[in-house]
């Protein structure tokens, strides 16, 4: 792991000076880092805070943000290297297990922990909270799925609250004094100048690729609506769904909800108890109709697609030259698929230009203390306890960046007021 750190930094974050801006070379890997982050920046009282948490003799479980794919594990790596070099981090178990013999070697060399669903599971919950109990610390992503959205922290899973919450009572039951802490990790990347231009290439490349009609004369923001309502209606003829004229959140609303009516009608009444859309996944996993199962997943296929434009994300009178870049990244790996340029953009997005990683690192969650506030309190409460902290912490950070430089900047052309107001 320690001989991976300069590669890391080489490769995948800042890349080559001087070579990394030169015209035809700089979108080079190898010359650009493939996620171009050219300082990351952590408050000395951040820093110091961090150490905190994870000096020996307390379990600390950490819990970054996670909106996008791929440089939230470069991150990781740099802060392990900085802060925790025997850090445990957990993957989903395709990427650990699911690409052979020698990188499966590889994962686990890396410390890295492999997500398997069901009672597969348990080891690894196992050896977390043992590693985590020796000092080392144990890193999850709560978010779970990227859905590119840098600004709203998104429902978070279970599993930092329930891995802290198994630690506490395993030294509880030993009657041992060590602390189990719960750390957020907030990191926000701004462009470190203009990338209008960047942008409007892939959003260009991307209309071109679906075959979707763009007017390019058109400012960003309403290219990016141009795309997301030409996806939208594409969505609804696919499953027969008329829209009314409205503006794209309305319509939205309308498209998911009379899709949900849809699924719940070729669902059987035995799984309707079920919240969506986990009644449509055992619907189509148990289905031995074969049209019915592909009607289910093509239906649950587009109502996660949609669901994952967070309309709170997107909702409000200015947006952020960041918003039009990461939604176009999430758009791209929805709907693009099949050439290599669509692989490579689905394991390595490459930003539209270079970026500054501002780095905050919250007070930690003593979950003993929480425990003694919160007597009865379970992993479902203390991981919306989290979500409320983070969300908190990056508002702060987001309004201290826009009064040092302007961050929204851009009129909505998505926005609707009424719809914040409810």
Same mark, same amino acid.
């Given at each position: 792991?320690?001989?991976?750190?300069?590669?890391?930094?080489?490769?995948?974050?800042?890349?080559? /000076?001087?070579?990394?801006?030169?015209?035809?070379?700089?979108?080079?890997?190898?010359? #650009?880092?493939?996620?171009?982050?050219?300082?990351i920046?952590?408050?000395d009282?951040?820093?110091t805070?961090?150490r905190?948490?994870l000096? !020996? &003799?307390q379990?600390?479980?950490?819990?970054?943000?996670? /909106?996008?794919?791929? $440089?939230?594990?470069?991150?990781?790596?740099e802060?392990?290297a900085r802060?925790? /070099?025997?850090? %445990? *981090?957990w993957a989903?178990?395709d990427?650990?297990n699911?690409?052979? !013999?020698?990188?499966?070697?590889?994962?686990?060399?890396?410390?890295?922990?492999?997500?398997?669903?069901?009672?597969? &599971?348990?080891?690894?919950k196992?050896?977390?909270?043992?590693?985590?109990?020796?000092?080392?610390g144990?890193?999850?992503?709560?978010?779970?799925?990227?859905?590119?959205?840098a600004?709203r922290?998104?429902?978070?899973?279970? &599993?930092?609250?329930?891995? #802290?919450?198994?630690?506490?009572s395993?030294?509880d039951?030993?009657?041992? $004094?060590?602390?189990?802490?719960?750390q957020?990790?907030?990191?926000?990347?701004?462009f470190?100048?203009?990338e209008? !231009?960047?942008? &409007?290439?892939?959003?260009?490349?991307t209309?071109k690729?679906?075959?979707?009609?763009?007017?390019? %004369?058109q400012?960003?923001?309403?290219?990016?609506?141009?795309?997301?309502? %030409?996806?939208?209606?594409r969505?609804?003829?696919?499953?027969?769904?008329?829209? =009314?004229?409205?503006?794209?959140?309305?319509r939205?609303?309308?498209f998911?909800? $009379?899709? !949900?009516q849809?699924l719940?009608?070729?669902?059987?009444?035995?799984?309707?108890s079920?919240?969506? =859309?986990?009644?449509?996944?055992?619907?189509?996993?148990?289905?031995?109709?074969r049209?019915?199962?592909?009607?289910?997943?093509?239906?649950l296929?587009?109502?996660?697609?949609?669901?994952r434009?967070?309309?709170?994300a997107?909702?409000?009178?200015?947006?952020?030259?960041?918003?039009?870049?990461? *939604?176009?990244k999430?758009i791209?790996?929805d709907?693009?698929?099949? $050439?290599l340029?669509?692989t490579?953009?689905?394991?390595?997005?490459?930003?539209p230009?270079?970026?500054?990683?501002?780095?905050?690192?919250?007070e930690?969650?003593?979950?003993?203390?929480?425990?003694?506030?919160?007597?009865?309190?379970?992993?479902?409460?203390?991981?919306q306890?989290?979500r409320?902290?983070?969300?908190?912490?990056?508002?702060?950070?987001?309004?201290?960046?826009?009064?040092?430089?302007?961050?929204?900047?851009?009129?909505?052309?998505?926005y609707?007021?009424?719809?914040?107001?409810?």
């Amino acid at each position: 792991m320690r001989r991976l750190v300069p590669i890391n930094r080489w490769l995948n974050l800042h890349g080559l /000076p001087l070579l990394r801006d030169l015209p035809g070379l700089r979108r080079l890997p190898g010359l #650009a880092g493939l996620c171009d982050i050219r300082d990351i920046q952590i408050p000395d009282a951040d820093q110091t805070r961090l150490r905190a948490s994870l000096q !020996a &003799g307390q379990a600390c479980f950490l819990a970054p943000n996670h /909106p996008e794919f791929f $440089t939230d594990w470069m991150i990781d790596k740099e802060l392990s290297a900085r802060f925790a /070099p025997r850090l %445990a *981090c957990w993957a989903t178990h395709d990427i650990v297990n699911g690409m052979g !013999a020698a990188m499966q070697r590889f994962w686990l060399r890396n410390n890295l922990i492999a997500q398997i669903p069901g009672s597969g &599971g348990a080891a690894a919950k196992q050896h977390s909270v043992a590693w985590a109990l020796q000092g080392h610390g144990v890193l999850l992503h709560p978010e779970g799925a990227v859905n590119w959205h840098a600004d709203r922290i998104a429902p978070l899973y279970q &599993g930092v609250a329930e891995l #802290a919450l198994d630690a506490y009572s395993s030294l509880d039951e030993q009657a041992a $004094t060590q602390r189990v802490l719960v750390q957020p990790l907030l990191w926000k990347l701004r462009f470190i100048r203009d990338e209008s !231009a960047a942008i &409007g290439k892939e959003l260009a490349w991307t209309a071109k690729r679906l075959r979707l009609p763009l007017d390019h %004369a058109q400012a960003l923001p309403q290219q990016l609506q141009q795309i997301l309502a %030409a996806l939208l209606a594409r969505e609804a003829e696919a499953a027969g769904i008329l829209l =009314p004229e409205a503006p794209y959140f309305t319509r939205r609303r309308q498209f998911l909800a $009379t899709l !949900a009516q849809q699924l719940d009608q070729l669902t059987p009444d035995s799984a309707l108890s079920l919240p969506a =859309p986990r009644r449509w996944q055992r619907a189509a996993r148990e289905s031995e109709d074969r049209e019915r199962k592909q009607q289910l997943k093509q239906g649950l296929a587009a109502w996660e697609r949609l669901n994952r434009v967070d309309e709170t994300a997107y909702n409000q009178p200015l947006l952020a030259q960041e918003h039009i870049a990461e *939604c176009v990244k999430r758009i791209r790996q929805d709907y693009c698929r099949g $050439t290599l340029r669509d692989t490579l953009n689905a394991y390595c997005p490459r930003p539209p230009g270079p970026r500054s990683l501002q780095l905050r690192v919250p007070e930690a969650i003593d979950v003993g203390r929480w425990l003694s506030e919160h007597p009865g309190a379970d992993a479902q409460a203390l991981i919306q306890h989290l979500r409320q902290l983070m969300q908190r912490d990056l508002d702060l950070l987001l309004q201290q960046l826009h009064q040092t430089r302007p961050y929204w900047t851009l009129p909505n052309p998505l926005y609707q007021a009424e719809l914040s107001d409810a």
